[in-house]
């Protein structure tokens, strides 16, 4: 895909790739409790523009197409499950990736 400029941007790695890796292979082989339904709009925030990790990009949009959901729906689905309850629980004084 063409930045701003015309070019392609070189593929990257993500550092969290092999983690994220595992995670998404959970998805592809899960259902959508709430719990997945977090992980997945997670991995679509972090791989959103990212250039590289094509391969989980694809599988995230497997995994959504699955789920029948649109990315729009499986964002109102989160925010109803975060308001409701705490999905995460930290274990320790790291911060979350999204803090």
Same mark, same amino acid.
């Given at each position: 895909m063409a930045d701003a400029t015309g070019k392609t941007p070189k593929e990257q790695q993500h550092p969290q790739w092999s983690s994220d890796r595992q995670v998404v292979n959970q998805l592809l082989a899960g259902d959508p409790i709430d719990f997945n339904l977090a992980e997945l709009a997670r991995m679509m925030v972090r791989y959103r523009g990212f250039p590289g990790g094509r391969d989980i990009q694809a599988d995230l949009e497997k995994t959504l $197409?699955?789920? $029948?959901?649109?990315?729009?729906?499986?964002?109102?689905? /989160?925010?109803? =499950?975060?308001?409701?309850?705490? =999905?995460? /629980?930290v274990r320790s004084n790291k911060k979350e990736d999204w803090d």
């Open positions: $197409k699955r789920w $029948k959901l649109t990315e729009d729906a499986l964002y109102e689905k /989160t925010r109803e =499950i975060h308001a409701r309850e705490p =999905i995460y /629980t």
